[in-house]
């Protein structure tokens, strides 16, 4: 029944695409799984495990405490922002200058994006965004009114944006230059020399630099940037804006807690955007995690290696025309050998007729070029699959190359 409303929808969201995930499975349900072949899911960027059981009793501990009952102050509860800020001291360097008044504790890190959205941008301003872009993002801008500028990054480039590319993109309406590294979708892990670069065009032209760094734990070679570290001509305050989810690491998706890190005199303007989208984060997960979270440095390590021996094993399993055009945090980007077909195309069939679940480029952003042929990539989460869902999934990718009869790139 379709109800006909006296109302009108805001511009922005008539605007806002829906988004993309729940198609991918639409084209699953023309899929008859049996038990000798099963469905086989890599379309979600979601933890394969629960999170420990010393965090789930705290959990349970936390929500029954008639103290976790009444709200926080926006920013949330200072043990959290003390052992977080201890954490990312862990994480970047001892040498980091961060302070638990840096943190604000907001309900997910999609909220985090939308309150520096609403507090940087208004109507007709544009953030400047790297596609294929993380759809949230793009939703976020789009139904606000923001316009996202598109960057693009290449596959010869292993999607990695380039800083001048950028700048040529920058305007006077240009208020952030927004990052995801480890990158979704691409999994591109952006080198910190990159990151840095990016830091000193933003300072250059007075933009924020917004860097949504929700996988950076699945970073296992040392320190994601150096930007928190100040130098004689370089104090992150200026200009960074980090964002930070526990959904991933933690394991946590639906107790929803997320960060933004910024000068504590951002702070308060970030607060008028929290305190009308959230007054405060859940307080459940606040209480259980603050005492807790040093201890589960070597569970978010072990999880960390286990995402990595994977992707190594997606990647020796993957046949021989499927080329990774870049690998890391939960994903792999993948151009799949079927000449002249869109990704689109590939992956219903896929899903409907082989039983394998994966997302194509076109779910997180319009076609890269002008000249060139039908997009070709796809998005593997390497996250929620056992080893041996991994295998399977590439022998299936191995059959399709016959069952499809498309023409297949060389070998
Ligand atoms: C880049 C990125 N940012 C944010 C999120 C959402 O994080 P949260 O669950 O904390 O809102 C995701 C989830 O997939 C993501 O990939």
Redesign the pocket.
């Known amino acids: 029944m379709t109800t006909h409303f006296a109302f009108r929808l805001s511009n922005g969201i008539e605007n806002t695409k829906r988004p993309p995930i729940p198609q991918a499975y639409k084209w699953a349900e023309s899929y008859v799984a049996t038990p000798s072949r099963p469905l086989l899911d890599m379309s979600q960027?979601v933890p394969g495990v629960p999170p420990p059981k010393n965090v789930l009793d705290a959990l349970g501990a936390a929500a029954s405490d008639p103290t976790t009952c009444g709200y926080v102050p926006n920013a949330g509860e200072l043990p959290l922002r003390r052992a977080i800020m201890e954490e990312m001291k862990h994480q970047y360097g001892s040498e980091a200058d961060l302070t638990p008044e840096d943190i604000a504790v907001t309900a997910?890190?999609?909220?985090a994006?939308v309150a520096v959205a609403m507090t940087l941008a208004g109507p007709g301003d544009e953030m400047i965004l790297p596609i294929p872009w993380?759809f949230?993002h793009e939703m976020t801008l789009t139904s606000l009114s923001i316009t996202p500028v598109l960057l693009l990054t290449r596959p010869e480039d292993h999607f990695l944006p380039s800083p001048e590319r950028c700048e040529a993109l920058i305007t006077s309406k240009t208020k952030a230059i927004v990052l995801?590294t480890p990158n979704?979708p691409t999994g591109a892990i952006y080198p910190p020399s990159l990151v840095q670069q990016f830091a000193e065009l933003a300072q250059k032209h007075s933009l924020a630099l917004v860097l949504?760094e929700?996988?950076r734990n699945f970073i296992t070679t040392g320190a994601p940037h150096a930007l928190f570290t100040p130098t004689p001509s370089w104090s992150w305050r200026s200009t960074l804006i980090h964002?930070y989810?526990?959904?991933k690491a933690y394991c946590i998706?639906g107790h929803?807690?997320?960060l933004l890190c910024a000068a504590p005199t951002l702070i308060p303007h970030l607060n008028i955007a929290l305190d009308s989208l959230q007054i405060c984060a859940p307080r459940t997960p606040q209480r259980a995690l603050a005492p807790l979270l040093p201890t589960l440095r070597p569970f978010v390590r072990a999880s960390a290696d286990a995402v990595a021996h994977r992707h190594a094993l997606f990647r020796a399993e993957l046949p021989g025309r499927w080329a990774i055009g870049s690998q890391g945090g939960y994903y792999a980007f993948v151009r799949h050998p079927f000449v002249g077909v869109h990704a689109d195309k590939v992956c219903e069939r896929l899903a409907g007729e082989m039983g394998v679940v994966c997302l194509p480029s076109g779910f997180f952003g319009p076609g890269q070029r002008k000249d060139e042929e039908p997009e070709r990539w796809i998005r593997f989460s390497v996250a929620n699959v056992s080893d041996e869902k991994v295998k399977l999934v590439c022998g299936r990718l191995q059959e399709s190359e016959q069952v499809f009869g498309w023409e297949v790139d060389p070998l």
Request: proline share 5%.
């Open positions: 960027g997910g890190c999609n909220l994006f993380y949230n995801v979704n949504d929700t996988y964002l989810s526990f959904s998706p929803r807690l997320g």
